[in-house]
């Protein structure tokens, strides 16, 4: 008799929901399919103990169902603590729908997948991200109430991108003023890799103040586009993770610090506004912190989208969501701080408030 051998990446599969470090606890996670839109969407809702679950729908072209799984569990684990290390009441939740959003993407899709969103009964509610448009929330508005960032004329918060790019800039700044004495950015060099609606905006704070800004996309049309707007340099070399830099701030897809780039990486701040910057939470954290590279963590300071959805649900104005995002900079500042005193890294640093709180609120609810 003969057994096949199987393995280690497959081994990883044979469990692949339970068995994941990325499943972390979560409370549900629901697989949505409809034949006559083509939809495919999962759903994760990680932890409701501060809240409802909120986070944005994600569209992607996956290489398979296993790839799109490992996302929507990390991303929605990081809404979590997002929402709770920024003060919100809400829990964290993500969606990802596997296409392609430029060709496969209908207004029947989105109210399908809007349909399978009410059927939740609000324990998740949604909003834009990759691949997504504020139109889309717009229709999936028509099925459910469950779905924030729609459009200002229809009584929403409208696009969160420039509060989430200005909420990154907020973090650069307070890790500038942690690492170099002085939060002023001006003739600093600073790498965005990733120019869609939240990377094109945080150029233009960059620009603004002066920084000397290189820009890096797969879209040669887009980076064409973003430097005749703000003359700035498009990267023309071959790993820009060995380039000399200020701050590198990774706004396109996670997991850029990696076992490949993380030692050959040249920057003296990581400050961007992609989810799940870090391959490795706990190895890759420790690997910066011992490298003197100062990691403003991104579940920190890419919350102003959510702190812009929110308002919706709260009814606080224009005024309120900047004062909230603008804060995003003193707490920055602290958990920096707090991390060189206890000697942690500043991802522990920061995931440690973010879970004292929702431990806190659970022992509240308890009594």
């Not at 729908?97 to 899709?109: N, V, Y």
């Not at 954290?285 to 300071?301: C, M």
């Amino acid at each position: 008799m003969t057994s096949d051998v199987v393995s280690s990446k497959e081994l990883t599969q044979l469990d692949p929901v339970f068995g994941q470090a990325s499943f972390d606890n979560h409370e549900q996670i629901v697989f949505c399919h409809d034949k006559d839109t083509g939809l495919k969407a999962i759903i994760g809702i990680h932890n409701t103990v501060l809240g409802p679950a909120l986070g944005g729908t994600r569209m992607w072209q996956y290489n398979n169902e296993w790839e799109a799984l490992n996302d929507v569990l990390r991303l929605s684990r990081g809404m979590t603590f997002k929402s709770a290390i920024t003060g919100l009441n809400l829990g964290g939740g993500k969606a990802v729908i596997i296409g392609d959003a430029k060709t496969q993407k209908t207004p029947e899709l989105m109210k399908k997948f809007g349909e399978f969103v009410h059927s939740l009964s609000g324990k998740y509610i949604t909003a834009e991200d990759v691949g997504m448009e504020t139109e889309d929330m717009d229709l999936v508005r028509e099925v459910t109430p469950y779905v924030t960032g729609i459009s200002e004329s229809k009584g929403g918060a409208g696009n969160p991108s420039p509060i989430t790019a200005y909420g990154v800039f907020m973090g650069m700044k307070a890790a500038a003023k942690f690492k170099f004495g002085s939060d002023i950015l001006e003739d600093k060099n600073v790498y965005v890799q990733g120019i869609g609606n939240v990377g094109e905006a945080l150029v233009e704070h960059l620009v603004n103040e002066g920084a000397n800004v290189t820009i890096a996309d797969i879209s040669q049309e887009r980076l064409e586009e973003v430097r005749s707007k703000y003359d700035v340099t498009i990267y023309g070399g071959l790993d820009i993770y060995s380039e000399e830099m200020d701050i590198y701030a990774p706004c396109a897809l996670g997991a850029t610090i990696n076992d490949k780039t993380i030692y050959k990486l040249q920057a003296k701040i990581i400050a961007g506004a992609a989810n799940n910057q870090l391959a490795v939470e706990e190895k890759h954290g420790r690997i910066l912190q011992e490298r003197g590279i100062v990691y403003a963590p991104d579940f920190l300071i890419n919350a102003g989208g959510i702190i812009n959805v929110y308002a919706e649900l709260e009814n606080y104005d224009r005024q309120e969501i900047m004062r909230k995002t603008e804060n995003i900079y003193n707490t920055t500042l602290e958990i920096l701080d707090n991390a060189k005193v206890n000697k942690l890294t500043t991802h522990n640093a920061a995931l440690n408030i973010a879970r004292e709180r929702i431990e806190t609120r659970k022992r509240e609810n308890s009594k």
